[in-house]
């Protein structure tokens, strides 16, 4: 049984950085897609970051292109989401999900992609 736990999440002000973990069970990350992805009140969850090839590939949305960096330790089972400079904007819960496939062109346009979802960890930007 695969289980996503995410941790990390809290209150900064802006300017501020964080760090959330994902850890994976019964899931070997291989060459599989995983994402983070987020959520605003009232908004659709959206993309943030994924990482593909083992590792090797990593994609970002515009909107934090240079501020985050999504990183995987395969030995630990974990999956990173480094955050800095962070925004008012960034606010949302902050959700990591898992793909038994590799990475296709939708693996930030469709949820379906993604087999297996953590709870989320909510993440509080103040200005």
């Known amino acids: 049984q695969v289980q996503l736990v995410e941790s990390g999440g809290g209150s900064v002000q802006a300017g501020g950085s964080l760090r959330l973990s994902c850890a994976a069970s019964?899931?070997?990350?291989?060459?599989?897609?995983f994402g983070w992805f987020r959520q605003a009140p009232g908004k659709e969850r959206e993309g943030v970051a994924i990482?593909?090839?083992?590792?090797?590939?990593?994609y970002y949305a515009d909107s934090v292109k240079g501020r985050f960096t999504i990183s995987q330790d395969n030995a630990k089972n974990t999956t990173y989401l480094e955050m800095n400079s962070l925004k008012p904007e960034d606010t949302a819960m902050y959700l990591c999900?898992?793909?038994?496939?590799?990475?296709?062109?939708?693996?930030?346009?469709?949820?379906?992609?993604?087999?297996?979802w953590g709870q989320g960890t909510q993440v509080t930007v103040s200005s």
């Open positions: 999900a898992a793909s038994q496939r590799p990475c296709s062109r939708y693996a930030f346009s469709r949820l379906t992609e993604y087999n297996y």
């Open positions: 019964g899931y070997t990350f291989s060459r599989n897609c």
């Open positions: 990482i593909y090839a083992a590792g090797v590939g990593t």
